[in-house]
């Protein structure tokens, strides 16, 4: 089955500074590629998603990008603020056949002031 | 719109008793997914429902564990004679089957 790795598993940048979490999947078969901020005691958040025929994707001050050959993908947050400090989690699932998704570790994203 | 719900937002049982826990997806969702979050874990998938077609039960990590989905909308999950290891916060997820999933608060459920 599908396997999905995080890193790093904590992150510590200041505010302003840009961050980045990677991650690197198993099954040359996942096409769809979410990422997630969970915030304490709130469930998982969707804030933006990739699938397999786009290399690039960017909503605001989040982007993601896609190197298929490479099976890894990666989430870029510009110009970061306290209010992105949270635990954020890749997952990867196809878009046929077994559409669970399947997640990364987390990465605990801190975001100094 | 109104999100995924789901409730009890916390439950505390004694070992051994059968708990439901349920989830009401957001409204005209085809696709409905429980997943199971262990203390600063990752999620790990547990059943998948998609229209009228047989659901996906291969994340289910034992035969205590059974979910139902009633006229394609609530879905109960139940855990017959809970363990402490079956201690977590369990999510429900919605979506329309394509990949995009939302999930609800969870439930906190321990184990005592």
């Known amino acids: 089955g599908e396997n999905v790795e995080q890193h790093p598993s904590t992150l510590s940048v200041q505010e302003g500074d840009s961050a980045v979490i990677k991650c690197t999947y198993s099954d040359s078969a996942s096409n769809y590629f979410p990422w997630y901020k969970q915030e304490l005691g709130k469930g998982p958040q969707l804030i933006i998603d990739?699938?397999?025929?786009?290399g690039e994707k960017k909503d605001q001050r989040i982007a993601v990008t896609l190197n298929k050959t490479a099976k890894h993908f990666s989430l870029h947050i510009t110009e970061t603020q306290p209010e992105d400090s949270a635990v954020y989690f890749c997952?990867?699932?196809?878009?046929?056949?077994?559409?669970?998704?399947?997640f990364g570790s987390g990465t605990r994203l801190q975001v100094q002031p | 719109g109104a999100g995924v719900s789901q409730s009890p937002s916390n439950k505390v049982t004694e070992k051994g008793k059968d708990v439901e826990l349920r989830c009401d997806p957001i409204s005209g969702h085809t696709a409905l997914y429980w997943y199971r979050q262990s203390l600063g874990q990752g999620l790990e998938f547990l059943i998948y429902?998609?229209?009228?077609?047989?659901?996906?039960k291969s994340g289910l990590p034992s035969d205590r564990f059974s979910a139902e989905r009633t006229g394609g909308s609530v879905s109960t999950l139940t855990i017959q004679r809970t363990q402490q290891e079956d201690s977590a916060v369990y999510l429900c997820?919605?979506?329309?089957?394509?990949?995009?999933?939302?999930f609800g608060p969870g439930t906190r459920l321990t184990v005592t």
């Open positions: 990739i699938r397999s025929n786009v």
């Open positions: 429902f998609q229209g009228n077609s047989a659901p996906d």
């Open positions: 997952a990867a699932s196809m878009g046929t056949g077994r559409r669970a998704l399947t």
């Open positions: 997820a919605s979506g329309l089957g394509e990949g995009k999933q939302y």
